[in-house]
């Protein structure tokens, strides 16, 4: 079974650069779906942050594109997330996921971690 | 952006109850591409629907999903204890992949 788990550092500091990881098992990052990563601030919404490709193809949300780096590594099984100049609107639960339909990033996400909140704070 | 604005905000139903959750879009949904999730407090959001009206694996058949265009609906035909929960619809017909903003749905 398709298990995600989320880890990185609780708490950055404004300015800094927020850094999450994804670990998958049960399952192979090389396999032919997308994974992507969405966040959710305390008590609102789902917010899509940007998708990445086996073969390190991404794509973004446009409203955090200057910020966000997402990247794989397929010898660890896992895939991360880099967002600099973090801020306190960055705070929230990060969930990572894998995307539902084989070979397309036009998809629905259809197994997700359990999420990290991650807080920005001096 | 295609904004997807989610009705009511806060549903009070009673278990036993039909329970029915809008969604419209601000521009046209290219194709199906619409799902809709659940996600109880504490926990990561659920898959229920994609492609409109498709039930992911282990949805209860007493969930359905309709809808084209613009106009969507979540409907749950009889409502259990378990399903007071949030729910949100999600589009992944046009980059950036945008959610609803949510319809909690509470027990009277």
């Known amino acids: 079974q398709l298990q995600l788990r989320e880890s990185g550092p609780r708490l950055v500091k404004p300015s800094e650069t927020l850094s999450l990881t994804c670990n998958v098992s049960?399952?192979?990052?090389?396999?032919?779906?997308?994974w992507g990563w969405i966040r959710q601030p305390p008590g609102k919404g789902l917010e899509w942050i940007g998708s990445?490709?086996?073969?390190?193809?991404?794509y973004y949300n446009p409203s955090l594109k200057s910020r966000v780096t997402i990247s794989v590594d397929t010898s660890e099984n896992l895939f991360s997330l880099k967002m600099k100049s973090a801020t306190a609107a960055d705070t929230a639960l990060y969930y990572c996921?894998?995307?539902?339909?084989?070979?397309?990033?036009?998809?629905?996400?259809?197994?997700w971690g359990q999420g990290t909140l991650v807080t920005v704070s001096s | 952006e295609i904004v997807l604005t989610q009705s009511p905000g806060t549903l009070s139903l009673s278990p036993g109850e039909r329970a029915t959750l809008s969604c419209r879009a601000s521009?046209?949904?290219?194709?199906?591409?619409l799902a809709w999730y659940q996600q109880r407090p504490g926990q990561a959001p659920r898959l229920l629907i994609h492609?409109?009206?498709s039930r992911a694996t282990g949805t209860p058949d007493r969930f359905s999903g309709s809808g084209s265009g613009t106009d969507f609906t979540l409907t749950i035909s009889r409502l259990e204890p378990e399903d007071f929960a949030e729910y949100y619809c999600?589009?992944?017909?046009?980059?950036?992949?945008?959610f609803g903003q949510g319809t909690k749905l509470e027990s009277k």
């Open positions: 521009q046209s949904v290219r194709s199906t591409y």
């Open positions: 996921a894998r995307m539902g339909a084989e070979y397309t990033r036009y998809t629905w996400f259809a197994s």
């Open positions: 492609d409109v009206s």
């Open positions: 999600q589009q992944y017909g046009d980059s950036p992949l945008t």
């Open positions: 049960g399952g192979s990052v090389s396999s032919n779906y997308y």
């Open positions: 990445i490709y086996y073969s390190g193809s991404t």
